[in-house]
């Protein structure tokens, strides 16, 4: 995949420099007027970052913002569409936040916990990334098994989802299990690690 992206990247690159070459006015509206140029061509005549810097960029922005998210909202839709109940109470939380005119800002999406249940509800049931992969830096002990340095581990999202011994009803859909304010429903907060934790966490994840 990196491969290919970097292709595609040299390809764009020799593309916009034969254009500034026919024209030095070109490169004159890259610096001037980038509001109105892609990202890619804005980011390659900035010249500020590597050939491999901006492939890297890419594909975090391929995989990590747009294919995670259309994914995660695909499986909402289905899931309210299915649920007619949580629709109805997740519609009466956000009328009654968002009102006639007026659009969704961080501020008012912390004023509506049962939204970020609904989400987080579906991003366990139907995880956008099934597992994730870390490899130790160092030797390390967990649970009396002795785990080496450069050692792989995997983490299967998809499989915590549904454990028994973590979610109570794991296939069915409960948002209230989420509920920061329910001791009924509390979890780990490693029950869902699905966008990751730490300085590894996912880049566009809110707590």
Known sequence: MFDIAGQLV????????????RDTKTSINLTLHSEELQFLPYVLSRRDLTVDEITGNLID???GGVDTTAN????VLYTLGRNSDIQEKLFKEVRSVITKGKHPDPESIQKMPYLRDVLKE???LYPAVIASARTFGKDIVLRRYRIPVQTKVMLGFHALSYDESIHNQPTKIKPERWMRSSRQHRLSPFSHTALGFGARMYIKTSR
Do not use: A, F, S, Y
């Not at 040299?10 to 070459?21: A, F, G, M, P, S």
């Not at 995660?72 to 499986?75: A, H, K, R």
């Open 10 to 21: 040299v390809e764009k690159h020799t593309r916009l420099q034969q254009n500034i070459n």
């Open 61 to 63: 922005l391929m995989l």
């Open 122 to 124: 579906c991003q366990r």
């Open 72 to 75: 995660t909202m695909l499986w």
